[in-house]
């Protein structure tokens, strides 16, 4: 039933997307950035399960491994869309694509409204030409780009950083405008991650935020 109500979201939008940018020029009417939160002033109102720490200087929301941090935004102006930007960081060993019941595949999600709007894999892997695991993003579950694709930074050093599990962190934008009327929005982002041969599969691989934005937009 999940699957079926994700897939009806993901058709009602293509549509939306499709008529709406149907114009040339005109199409976006207003623009209006409503949301902003890099958690430097620590800013965690309207949050569920939200925690902070300090990762290469910043602090960010996380750290997270199977599970789900919330955020409603209210007060939004009158809109036919939303641009949700959400800068993920991908902690350590992320294994991509890799569908072996045991070390993945490593999902990343986010829903709007509880419907769930976008989910990808990330790769934190070293690619060489007999061992690469490989990753959706940029785009949905399932494509097959090679690790680290689309990344806007990267880091030496992972969250556990010691130890055979440090492969680094990457920085990913995700960016998706979602039909969208009503006054309030619940944004709700996750993962599925699988990593059964860990000693710690928390320390193995995990995910922060650091950065989440809302523009209400109007479409024609």
């Known amino acids: 039933m999940l699957q079926v109500r994700r ?3 993901i058709l009602i939008t293509y549509i939306f997307l499709t008529v709406t940018s149907s114009s040339c020029v005109d199409e976006l009417l207003s623009e209006t950035l409503v949301y902003s939160n890099n958690f430097s002033t620590l800013d965690l109102r309207n949050f569920t399960n939200a925690r902070l720490f300090i990762f290469q200087g910043d602090t960010v929301a996380g750290f997270y491994h199977n599970e789900e941090l919330k955020v409603r935004v209210l007060d939004l102006p009158p809109h036919n869309a939303l641009r949700i930007t959400i800068d993920v960081l991908a902690h350590d060993s992320w294994d991509g694509n890799v569908d072996d019941g045991i070390s993945g595949p490593d999902f990343w999600y986010f829903k709007i409204d509880d419907e769930e709007v976008y989910r990808t894999t990330f790769s934190n892997t070293v690619c060489v030409s007999s061992f690469c695991l490989r990753q959706s993003f940029p785009h949905e579950y399932f494509r097959q780009n090679f690790p680290k694709t689309g990344a806007i930074q ?6 556990c950083n010691t130890g055979p599990n ?8 995700v960016t998706k405008i979602i039909p969208h009327f009503g006054n309030d929005v619940k944004l709700t982002m996750g993962d599925e991650l699988l990593q059964l041969n860990a000693n ?21």
Do not use: H
Not at 154 to 159: A, I, M
Not at 166 to 173: A, D, E, F, P
């Open 200 to 220: 710690s599969p928390l320390c193995d691989e995990s995910w922060s935020v650091s950065k989440i934005e809302v523009s209400a937009m109007e479409l024609r």
């Open 7 to 9: 897939l009806i979201t």
């Open 166 to 173: 440090n492969l680094g962190t990457t920085k990913y934008r």
């Open 154 to 159: 990267t880091y030496n050093v992972g969250r």
